[in-house]
């Protein structure tokens, strides 16, 4: 049998070893699906509902594999739908294949049905490498620097292929004038910074006395060593949200998420010091980094554009973060005086002593800190933990501690709503011996998670380990909007834009033969959690919680305390009460010893 050029383009995602596309069918891929077909489905066709959450399965399947994830669309309005997925894969540095159908060759520039200009739309968010195949000769070349720059770069490429370019024999470039053959394969690599600039970096550090750390999804690879400068330097370690699983957080000295939704220790620990080490870390918030003046700094990044950035560094470190540390800890004193690093962990014990009070606050049906911290110690060492953006997202920094192998993510830099059941599908495909868990809204469950219920549905019998929980935090109001309006704008709940209709989530989970339960009550909030974990089967928790929450952020003034309150009350007097026991819980958080001040 003649080997189709869509033959070729499987047939290389295998000898990349890629298993898994994440995609929709559309009939600008009718020759790919055809070739599938012939592949025995090598690699796997996994039918999303959306092309955009076909996206988000890939970024997700990347985040918690290691490995380059590949999505597949039509032409036109398939490929439109990608972008959110792409740019969330671009944004957070994660390797992102698309590959894309287009009308045939013969109809292009005909303003014909489906026809969009592709390197256009995708020139942003693939702009490290775009092309469209027009003669079966561009391949593997192309496919292969699609393949090869994504691991390469952390980045977003894209492969368009003219549905007719799909249907033509392949034949291999020749040893001829204006041909590109091609190779397999990236190797691995280190960059490592000059030993001169390592020093400088040590003679910093070194001079110090209260030395802070922010690690980064770039430190991953190098727990050990960050422990190890950790401990030498007596220093305490923040973690950006997309670092959450990069420590543990049952180190003393390890505060926590940093940042809006970030934990007070954090705040503390960047407001005090007087030296930062950054690693791997692209952070945007320089207001919750110490003030400019204050400390002296030092970046470690593997990536040359990402340096210099959000902070004035006196020395920029360009080099693998492992690799990096290495060179940086024979050249670094131990500190003697341990006080500063006594008071971090002072502030860490304290905080999840406000934490267990956060939680203990009664709510109207559900406090929704309390239905996270509950899970806390029930989650098995080797769970796979997504967020979606919105106030679920603030309880997952704060209140779920990582230990053993657990990793967690979210969409950290686009911080799209949506990203959170496709993640965990994601995961599942990448580690289907282990749980995954998806913590997310009621809005972003609306928006596309309850449609992604399905393909749990269509794939729950292939992963070895069935449990993929789905906790909806149902409070019936686009929540994090909602406070961020009270807070900075003095604003009431504008309800037209903000209040959601109650769906009956554990109802439709269950009609599709996935277990459902809605929690309506605390007292059934542990049990909920310990059924979906002993689970035979995916499980959607629909646990109905009060808006009234406050996500109060570390870095909360009085005067945007005061002004939710009254925006609140303005709102609805009744609705007020949860409000002033989250400030009673703040008034305990941000004075020592939880003691109540007169003012």
């Known amino acids: 049998m003649s080997t189709k050029v869509s033959d070729l383009i499987l047939r290389r995602l295998r000898e990349w070893g890629v298993e898994h596309v994440f995609g929709y069918p559309g009939d600008g891929i009718n020759g790919l699906l055809a070739a599938w077909g012939r592949a025995a489905d090598r690699p796997e066709f996994i039918q999303a509902r ?73 020139k942003d968010v693939a702009a490290d490498f775009c092309e469209t195949v027009t003669v ?27 549905g007719d370019v799909q249907q033509l024999e392949y034949s291999p470039p020749a040893h001829a004038f204006k041909m590109v053959p091609s190779s397999l394969g990236v190797s691995g690599y280190a960059p490592l910074p000059a030993q001169q600039d390592v020093a400088r970096a040590a003679q910093v550090l070194n001079d110090g006395e209260k030395v802070a750390i922010l690690v980064g999804q770039g430190a991953r690879g190098a727990r050990t060593q960050v422990e190890a400068v950790a401990e030498t330097l007596g220093a305490g370690v923040a973690k950006a949200l997309l670092g959450k699983d990069v420590l543990p957080d049952g180190m003393p000295w390890v505060t926590g998420a940093i940042g809006l939704l970030g934990t007070r220790p954090s705040y503390e620990l960047m407001r005090d010091c007087d030296t930062l080490l950054v690693i791997g870390s692209s952070f945007p918030y320089s207001q919750f980094l110490p003030e400019f003046d204050q400390a002296r700094a030092v970046q470690i990044d593997i990536d040359p554009f990402m340096v210099g950035l959000r902070y004035p560094f006196e020395v920029n470190l360009v080099g693998d973060a492992a690799a990096t540390l290495d060179m940086l800890l024979p050249l670094l004193r131990r500190k003697k005086a341990r006080k500063w690093r006594e008071r971090v962990e ?28 509950a899970l806390d110690a029930l989650l098995p060492d080797d769970v796979i933990l997504t967020a979606d953006s919105g106030s ?25 709503m949506g990203p959170g059941v496709p993640y965990a599908i994601g995961a599942k495909f990448a580690h289907p011996d282990r749980p995954a868990l998806a913590l997310v809204g009621d809005g972003a469950m609306q928006m596309n998670g309850l449609a992604e219920l399905v393909t749990v549905a269509k794939y729950r019998q292939r992963w070895s380990d069935p449990r993929l929980i789905v906790a909806v935090l149902n409070n019936q109001d686009l929540n994090q909007v909602t406070w961020e309006m009270r807070a900075m704008s003095g604003a009431p709940e504008f309800e037209p834009s903000q209040r959601l209709p109650d769906v009956p989530y554990a109802d439709f989970a269950t009609s599709i033969g996935l277990l459902g339960i809605r929690v309506e009550k605390p007292d059934d909030v542990e049990d909920a959690w310990r059924r979906a974990l002993a689970a035979d089967r995916p499980c959607v928790l629909d646990f109905r919680t009060d808006p009234d929450v406050p996500p109060i952020p570390p870095h909360a003034t009085w005067d ?40």
């Not at 013969?106 to 592709?118: H, I, R």
């Not at 502030?347 to 203990?360: G, I």
């Not at 192998?405 to 979210?410: D, T």
């Open 50 to 122: 959306h092309e955009e959450m076909a996206a988000f399965q890939a970024v997700g399947y990347a985040k918690f594999s290691g490995r380059v994830g590949v999505c597949a669309a039509t032409s036109g309005p398939g490929a439109i739908h990608l972008l959110n997925g792409l740019y969330d894969a671009k944004l957070d540095h994660v390797p992102v294949v698309a590959i894309v159908g287009q009308t045939d060759r013969s109809a292009m520039g005909g303003s014909y049905q489906q026809e969009v200009d592709l390197h256009s739309l995708f």
């Open 136 to 162: 079966p000769e561009q391949l593997p070349n192309v496919l292969d620097r699609a393949l090869r720059t994504a691991y390469a770069r952390r980045t977003v490429t894209a492969l368009i292929v003219p």
């Open 346 to 373: 002072s502030n860490v014990a304290r905080w999840w002593q406000v934490m267990e009070r956060r939680a203990a606050v009664s709510a109207d049906p559900v406090n929704p800190e309390y239905v996270v911290h």
């Open 392 to 416: 679920a997202a603030n309880w997952y920094a704060r209140h779920l501690r990582m230990r053993g192998s657990m990793r967690g993510s979210l969409s950290g830099t686009l911080a799209t």
């Open 560 to 599: 945007q305390i005061e002004a939710a309150a009254a925006a609140i009350v303005r709102g609805d007097p009744h609705r007020a009460g949860v409000l002033r026991q989250g400030v009673k819980a703040k008034i305990q958080e941000m004075l020592p010893g939880g003691r109540r001040r007169e003012h």
